[in-house]
């Protein structure tokens, strides 16, 4: 098992902080996101880790990594820079974002799931938005989960009549064969999409939920990994400042 972490973002939303520092590399009491990030992946045993470097990619020094750098950034969203490393996914990966803090009992339910394509779901998740006034609810990534399986991925669901209703933690894990199925399905829609893709104006624009619903339409089961545990994604200074409450 490998793990690709998506390091490619421009990060603008903090400002000076990461003007020439990838986010990934801003410290939370005193370490790195992506420190923190590759010990706990070693501590579980996944010791090939790759990660897909953007602007600033000079500032990365980790030692026995394989660095991928997505020279398209400018031009695509987070999808296309997690497929800039398809050539490491043959054998089933892990995936998360840079920017992600997390408690190591949640990539331990990770990787104890057994089927092909899962993703981490918190279905508390509501709470977290109640003191997020620069990080709206209305940015949320849901999904709705019906019968155990996830039937839609979005930018915030604000209500169902059936099923119940989570937040996509930007952690994946896929299987050999979900890997494949992955993989062969986007470079279908490589060869044959145009025009708008989901909720983005085109496939090169598109983030990875958009891909989710793609895979979800063409009846490729996306199973929910229901988590327990703190997490945090940092976008804005705020999100920095409660996380480094969080986590002290």
């Given amino acids: 098992m490998k793990a690709i972490i998506i390091a490619a ?65 400018e031009q695509h969203d987070v999808l296309g820079s997690l497929m800039a490393a398809r050539n490491y996914m043959s054998d089933g990966f892990i995936m998360l974002y840079s920017d992600i803090i997390f408690d190591e009992s949640i990539l331990k339910s990770i990787l104890n799931f057994k089927g092909k394509i899962g993703i981490a779901v918190d279905m508390d998740w509501g709470r977290k938005y109640e003191k997020r006034t620069e990080h709206p609810i209305t940015e949320a990534d849901n999904v709705l989960i019906e019968s155990g399986k996830i039937t839609r991925t979005k930018k915030f669901i604000s209500k169902t009549n059936s099923g119940k209703i989570g937040e996509f933690m930007p952690l994946m894990i896929l299987s050999s064969k979900g890997a494949n199925l992955f993989v062969k399905t986007f470079e279908k829609l490589e060869k044959t999409h145009k025009g708008k893709f989901h909720e983005m104006p085109s496939l090169k624009k598109a983030v990875l939920t958009d891909m989710l619903q793609e895979l979800i339409d063409s009846k490729i089961i996306i199973s929910p990994i229901i988590i327990s545990g703190k997490w945090y994604e940092i976008d804005t200074p705020q999100d920095l400042e409660i996380a480094r409450k969080k986590f002290n």
């Fill in 9 to 73: 973002g421009s990060s603008s939303r903090l400002g000076k902080l990461t003007k020439s520092l990838p986010k990934g590399l801003v410290k939370i009491n005193g370490q790195t996101i992506i420190r923190r990030q590759i010990e706990f992946l070693r501590s579980s045993g996944i010791n090939n880790i790759i990660i897909v470097t953007g602007p600033n990619a000079h500032c990365f020094d980790f030692k026995d990594v394989t660095y991928v750098h997505d020279h398209n950034y």
